[in-house]
């Protein structure tokens, strides 16, 4: 009888879900298009010929388009193999107006004279003297990506989301101005409690309070006019992209960033969202591993900016940005002692240039000693592991740390499928046993290092919206590094044995979880 009430009262909170209506509103969306191509296939030979000739002609643009190869090889398999389902979700999950308009805003914001006039290249200078090749990776962000190197910035690097908790509290208490907050993933508990209660207080007390949460990343954590109580509450708020149960690319698209930004001279990112899980008041999935950095000093002013031109897209505002009234010295009220180099970026989905990517390319290419790296998922595309192959065959230490729990079993096994040729090329590979890592970070040489939010997939290099700290001779470097060293005492390292006694089974879902891996 308990058996049936437990069912019975799971059942029900189910049918009262919003993700239950979503996920029978894209069911039934995906029945009515195949169905009505089916008949009109079936009743019509004219029908069917057009459909075989764009599938075609659909796969020869794919082929042509300047995107991944791996793209390519799924799109043009699952077309080809399936061809009016294919077909139909190729259309449906192309480029969208609602992505071009998006797209045209950042431009505009980027192309901003005002912006520029604060973009300054004395850092990039001082790099290039110091160290050329070094250099030449900042000189990439700085003109892919708009965003200065900087110096006269301290960091402080935390381990795990326990200890960054009191001291983001710390900070947000000591606001006096404003505060912006851009989180993927926002959840009733402790830690959003403590934090919204500070943030209620400062904005009665006339600090400027903007907050930016996803529509996806909070469906389940959030109700749906949560943005409307925060209002009430005197924050500004905004949702990212609010998830529809409509079939179209922009869905794909998440603010999958971390960004907490106090009175311009202080920010923090990392991998820990605002929920009880990262920072261990939870447990999901054993001990959760997380990292994170503090800055503070003229670096900030990239954070700063990140958030405010998001601010301006979703607000679809018109007005121009007052880039003076939030520069770090403005409010800052002493003199920062920083070491080294330290520039913010952002990545974006709205072009074709993969930023992420390319910067965590140039780390292992330029890695003469060792490259360290932490991620949670593991689906890496042809360019990122024929770099690791060969620097690990060129005799650099390539080491590489995944979960030993997961949270997604089935991207886990995906994860597991590239081992192989990692191991077999000299990279070392640990999973963490203690639960879950979330962190993502690279660390390399001593010298260089990038915390932020971007994992080793495809929907992170590809489809979100990503932020991280490329660090060169900061402080912080050798912390990262020692963090790494010390938390392979938790980890098992991953035989090459492991890979090769996994079942046929087990090896054929994986093969063909590789084919449709840019598709997860």
Known sequence: MNKIR???????KLFFNRIFYIGVAFILQFLWILMTVRILRLNSRYTSLIIN????????????????????????VLILGIPVFGLVIYLLFGRSRIAKKMEKQFSDLQNDPGFWRHISE?????????????????????????????QNTSAEYFQVGDELFPRLLAELEAAEHFIFIEYFIINNGVMWHEILNILERKAADGVDVQLI???FGCLTTLSNKYCNELRAKGIKCEVFNPFRPILNVI?????????????????????INLADEYINR??????WKDTAIMLKGDAVWNMTVMFLHMWHVVTNSKDSIQYELYRPEKYLKTKIDGSGFVQPFCDSPLDEEIVGENVYLNIIHNAQKYVYICTPYLIIDNEIMTSLCLAAKNGIDVRIMTPGIPDKKIVFLLSQSYYRTLLEAGVKIYEYQPGFLHAKSFVSDDDIAVVGTINLDYRSLYLHFEDGVWMYKNKIVEDIRDDFEHTLYSCKEVPLSFCRNRSIFVRIIQNVMRLIAPLL
């Open 6 to 12: 437990t069912y019975f009262y799971k059942f029900i």
């Open 53 to 76: 000739v764009l599938t075609i002609v659909v796969v020869l643009i794919i082929v042509n388009h300047d995107i991944n190869p791996s793209y390519k090889l799924t799109w043009s």
């Open 122 to 150: 004395d850092g990039l200078k001082q790099l290039k003297k110091l160290n050329p090749d070094v250099g030449k990776q900042a000189h990439y962000i700085q003109k892919v990506a708009g965003y200065p190197v900087h």
């Open 213 to 215: 949460y996803d529509g």
């Open 251 to 271: 869905q794909n698209n998440r603010d999958h960033r971390k960004l907490c930004i106090i009175d311009g001279h202080t920010g923090f990112t990392g991998g």
């Open 282 to 287: 939870k447990r999901r999935f054993g001990h």
